[in-house]
């Protein structure tokens, strides 16, 4: 199967702070990379599709400026949390894609973000 | 209306036993994807089984089946020989051809039902 690894596992960080997400592809070429993120018992919501070498595409209602998305190659996406606040703590999940076409998504083992 | 529909929050099943985990959904497109997904309580989606919208046969992938009903528009996934270690939370996912003028696959998610498998 395809894996996809996430790093890191669980940040804490300070009101005010940023914080990166590095979402890699290690066995396959993703071109194309998702961001989701999760609530406590609720379900996964989409924040934005990248694809390798162009700019994210962005949820209704998510903060562009917020949340930077980079897809600089093939295997490596990051999301940046900017001046993150405790209601962005969350659980982000990447996944990636072979291609933009209907092909399955492998997902990470996810991020905990804690912002006290 | 919601694109996917999971009705049953929480479930619960005795080890050994067959379960049916229901999934619902809707779409006008003839050509779309289901997807069930399993998280466990560590928060990997761990993918299990897909169907196409115009696969004849069900799908299935060892232990689990998924139970294509498409008139009816359901997709309900089926895992026979429950064991402990399949208790976690799993998500039935639909993936749809995107509009006009975009170009990537985004699969929308349902609510997820929480199995529990008992000893």
């Known amino acids: 199967g395809a894996v996809v690894s996430q790093h890191p596992s669980r940040v804490i960080c300070k009101s005010g702070t940023s914080v990166k997400i590095e979402c890699r592809s290690l066995d396959f070429q993703a071109t194309t990379m998702f961001w989701y993120r999760q609530f406590p018992k609720q379900s996964l919501m989409l924040m934005a599709t990248s694809n390798e070498g162009s700019k994210a595409t962005y949820e209704q209602g998510v903060e562009k400026d917020k949340f930077l998305i980079n897809h600089a190659s093939l295997t490596l996406s990051t999301l940046t949390v900017t001046s993150a606040h405790p209601e962005d703590s969350s659980f982000y999940i990447c996944s990636g894609a072979r291609d933009r076409g209907p092909d399955t998504q492998y997902f990470g083992p996810g991020t905990r973000l804690t912002v006290l | ?119």
């Open chain 2, 1 to 119: 209306a919601q694109k996917i529909t999971q009705t049953q929050p929480g479930m619960f099943v005795q080890e050994k036993e067959a379960v049916t985990l229901d999934c619902t959904y809707d779409t006008s497109d003839p050509s779309y994807g289901l997807f069930w997904y399993k998280q466990p309580s560590s928060g990997e989606m761990i993918f299990l089984i897909y169907q196409g919208s115009y696969d004849q046969q069900n799908a299935t992938e060892g232990r689990y089946s998924l139970n294509f009903q498409k008139a009816r528009k359901s997709a309900n996934l089926v895992i026979s020989a429950s064991q402990l270690g399949d208790s976690a939370m799993y998500f039935c996912a639909m993936r749809e051809v995107p509009p006009s003028g975009g170009s990537n696959y985004k699969l929308t998610f349902g609510k997820g039902t929480l199995l529990t498998v008992n000893p």
